[in-house]
Nanobody
């Protein structure tokens, strides 16, 4: 379990961009896999994107081509660049970390070991 501190988020017009960040004090094996999740009101939490420490990434279909997940291993930081935002992207976004090898570094698993505090993203028409 590691401490994850999120920053970013806010309100943006549809079609705009927003960047989320998630930082840890230092790297550990429990951060081999990191991911972004989101939860909209009345909806189940869903995985958005996942990235392994060696740069491999996955995305849920709804954000492919619009969102980019990246890691800065020197800063021990996870980022999510969100472009072409739509109102359907409105949600609370959470970063997460887990000791999962790449084939298991998935947006579809919900047993990540560490979680950020969450940050709100609101996209207006």
């Amino acid at each position: 379990q590691v401490q994850l501190a999120q920053s970013g988020g806010g309100s943006v017009q549809a079609g705009g961009s927003l960047t989320l960040s998630c930082a840890a004090p230092e790297y550990s094996y429990s951060m081999y896999c990191m991911a972004w999740f989101r939860q909209a009101p009345g909806k189940e939490r869903e995985g958005v994107a996942a990235a392994s420490v060696d740069g491999r990434t996955r995305y849920v279909d709804s954000v492919k081509g619009r969102f980019t997940i990246s890691r800065d291993n020197d800063k021990v930081t996870l980022n999510l660049q969100m472009n072409s935002l739509t109102v359907e992207d409105t949600a609370m976004y959470f970063c997460a970390a887990g000791p999962f090898a790449w084939p298991s570094c998935s947006t579809e698993r919900n047993d990540y070991k560490s979680w950020g505090q969450g940050t709100q993203v609101i996209v207006s028409p």
